[in-house]
T-cell receptor, first 116, second 114 residues
């Protein structure tokens, strides 16, 4: 099992460019999450998906969109990148759905994004 | 709202020293509590967890006890190794709106020197 995989590992964008971060999990988990990690801030939730076909906003959703393509894949899109979106982005998955299940989340290796 | 406060770093210890990283939380109800570890250049790995009061989570020589009366979940290890150098995050999980989202502390960087 690969667990949670993310692509790309690194990306540099110019202000105003768009891109999509990809995430996939092979654990048959129901819930998936996108977090961003900034120095001295811990991790903050951007969006989550508690089941295939549903998505909900987290703490810091502005400037982002997500798609739960199928049960395995959950992508994060930046339509018009800004320097404030320079961060490390982590995807995570959890076995349970919005009605319950274990609450342990498993994380991918991260994507380091720089917006110039 | 939910929040997690953990001791500021960085923390530098000599090999075989005793480690304590303090973590306190604010949450309604009965959250699950976690410690995650992030090694340089890697993602977060679950280190240990506890789901109810007085539970003790343990893994790789690390321990933490869920103390509801003091709203704390301090991480301890009796004898640290150089390989324990990493950033440690305390977190809680609450099923708000069905999200089970994690609320993280800011992280504590540990450096262990030989």
């Amino acid at each position: 099992n690969a667990g949670v995989t993310q692509t790309p590992k690194f990306q540099v964008l110019k202000t105003g460019q768009s891109m999509t971060l990809q995430c996939a999990q092979d654990m048959n988990h129901n819930s998936m999450y996108w977090y961003r990690q900034d120095p001295g801030m811990g991790l903050r939730l951007i969006y989550y998906s508690a089941s295939e076909g549903t998505t909900d906003k987290g703490e810091v959703p502005n400037g982002y969109n997500v798609s739960r393509l199928n049960k395995r894949e959950f992508s994060l899109r930046l339509e018009s990148a800004a320097p404030s979106q320079t961060s490390v982005y982590f995807c995570a998955s959890r076995e349970g759905d919005r009605w319950g299940g274990t609450d342990t989340q498993y994380f991918g290796p991260g994507t380091r994004l720089t917006v110039l | 709202g939910n929040s997690v406060t953990q001791m500021e770093g960085p923390v530098t210890l000599s090999e075989e020293a005793f480690l304590t990283i303090n973590c306190t939380y604010t949450a309604t109800g009965y959250p699950s509590l976690f410690w995650y570890v992030q090694y340089p250049g890697e993602g977060l790995q679950l280190l240990l967890k506890a789901t109810k009061a007085d539970d003790k989570g343990s893994n790789k020589g690390f321990e933490a006890t869920y103390r509801k009366e003091t709203t704390s979940f301090h991480l301890e290890k009796g004898s640290v190794q150089v390989s324990d150098s990493a950033v440690y995050f305390c977190a809680l999980s609450r099923s708000g709106a069905g999200s089970y989202q994690l609320t993280f502390g800011k992280g504590t960087k540990l450096s262990v020197i030989p």
